[in-house]
């Protein structure tokens, strides 16, 4: 598939290219990214040039994935804000299914962008003049609130935890895993957890820190 741009007045995406290659090893060096992605730990400039220069290009020729760096739509020449992508499934279409999954620089946090640039990628994704989907997974590490947080907005419904589900750097590690079908709702479809109805949250003051809604 040939890459190409999707936006909105939200944000803008488009795939990353060689001249990102500083900005992405700088950002990669960030602590939360080290701490909920499986990006290698110390991330270095080679690490970031073999993902965007083989590992992107390769995977939008191959079908294989689409990954888009987000920016600002007034800024589409800018730095880039952060990254996300879907990873598909090898069944047949219209069976397909694909993983979502995103990142941000600190400083582009707490504004909802991931959440626009998640929208427009679902909506592309299941469209049938896109990739016409079927389903669609989101996964996290346990414990990751924000990004739970941008699924839970998308539409993504949480089934559960399931034990030494993804490996980070050689450790096996729980993770919560998401669904989303061609055919629901793209918007919260169930409450945001709370200490009473989610196990999980052993500690974790959620209702405090989240409104509902
Ligand atoms: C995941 C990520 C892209 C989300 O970015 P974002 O949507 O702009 O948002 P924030 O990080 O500000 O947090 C998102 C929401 O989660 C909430 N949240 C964050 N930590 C939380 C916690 N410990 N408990 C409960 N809620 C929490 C925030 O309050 C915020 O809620 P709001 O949108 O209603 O205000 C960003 O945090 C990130 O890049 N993290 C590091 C990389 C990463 O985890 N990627 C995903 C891997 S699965």
Known sequence: MEPFVLANEHVHLAMPTAADVDRITE???????????????PYTRADAASYIEEVVPESWRTG??????????EAPEGPV??????ALDTSPTPERSAEIGYWLAPEA???????????????????????GLSRMVWTAFTGNWASRRAAWRLGFRVE?????FGVQRGVRRDAWIGTLLAGDPREPVEPWPSAETDGDLAGIDVVSRVPAG
Do not use: N
């Open 160 to 164: 559960g935890t399931v034990r030494g």
């Open 27 to 41: 950002l990669c060096q960030g602590a939360e990214i080290a701490a909920w992605t499986t990006v290698p730990s």
């Open 109 to 131: 946090r707490g504004e909802g962008l991931v959440t626009e640039a998640g929208r427009i990628v679902t909506d592309w994704a299941f469209d049938d003049e896109g990739l």
């Open 64 to 73: 294989r994935g689409s990954t888009w760096a987000i920016r600002r739509p």
């Open 81 to 86: 804000l952060g990254m996300i992508g879907l």
